[in-house]
């Protein structure tokens, strides 16, 4: 792996739960990244929530500390590539997450996630947090 990480929904919500093995993977990062479809799906998880203002303080606090990669010309190029291929391996994956992984691939970075069905994109790296 290149320490150059992205980081999705699920490694997210770990560390707004303090896990430790989340929190040392951090640690030998070289640089992290989030996009802001994971801002987007936080958001959501929020406002779904029993405790909707806390819920939105912690994802603006996170979004402030962090480098939010966006979506432009060149992700979608990505996700048209990567949705192509799994529809011709018959192996479809959630709209969020092939934006998540089309980020990951448009800056060559390393996704970090605990969503094993990334592996059914065979140029994406992914690092299991």
């Not at 939105?56 to 962090?66: M, P, Q, V």
Request: aromatic share 8%; hydrophobic share 45%.
């Amino acid at each position: 792996m290149n320490g150059r990480y992205l980081l999705d929904t699920n490694i997210v919500i770990a560390i707004f739960g303090a896990e430790s093995s989340v929190l040392e993977n951090l640690k030998d990062a070289i640089e992290v990244f989030v996009p802001s479809i994971v801002i987007g799906e936080l958001y959501y998880g929020a406002y779904k929530s029993t405790r909707v203002a806390e819920n939105i303080l912690r994802t603006e606090e996170f979004a402030s500390k962090n480098t939010i990669l966006i979506c432009d010309t060149s992700t979608a190029q990505q996700y048209g590539r990567i949705k192509n291929v799994l529809r011709a391996n018959g192996r479809p994956l959630p709209e969020n997450d092939i934006w998540i992984a089309a980020i990951a691939e448009q800056h060559r970075l390393t996704l970090a996630t605990r969503d094993a069905h990334f592996q059914e994109i065979a140029t994406l790296q992914t690092d299991a947090w």
